[in-house]
């Protein structure tokens, strides 16, 4: 499984981000981001099909995670921007058939794209 995550920036609070990840293989997928100084955390998931999802309540009705199976691309749609939401994003895929907030249960990590939200 190979990941690339692109679409980070530069963004002012309240304004929106779309990240993609292009991905290959049939895997779960998440999204995580850390901070500086801060622990990697979880952020969103996804499973195969795209009917189930999972999110952090930090960004619950804020962020939105689709995937375009057809484009082997996951997507993270993030509104309503923060600047506790800055930090480098990475997409991540898991050969677990359910949705995992663990960071240990992701197997294939992209390398990570910065999002910056100034206040």
């Known amino acids: 499984v190979q990941l690339q995550a692109f679409g980070g920036g530069l963004v002012q609070a309240g304004g929106s981000l779309r990240l993609s990840c292009a991905a290959s293989g049939r895997t779960f997928m998440g999204w995580f981001r850390q901070a500086p100084g801060k622990e990697r955390e979880f952020v969103a998931g996804i499973n195969w099909s795209g009917g189930s999802t999972l999110y952090a309540d930090s960004v619950k009705g804020r962020f939105t995670i689709s995937r375009d199976n057809g484009k082997n691309t996951v997507y993270l749609q993030m509104n309503s921007l923060k600047p506790e939401d800055t930090a480098v994003y990475y997409c991540?895929?898991?050969?677990?058939?359910?949705?995992?907030?663990?960071?240990?249960?992701?197997?294939?990590w992209g390398q990570g794209t910065q999002v910056t939200v100034s206040s």
């Open positions: 991540a895929a898991s050969r677990k058939n359910w949705i995992t907030r663990g960071v240990n249960d992701y197997d294939y």
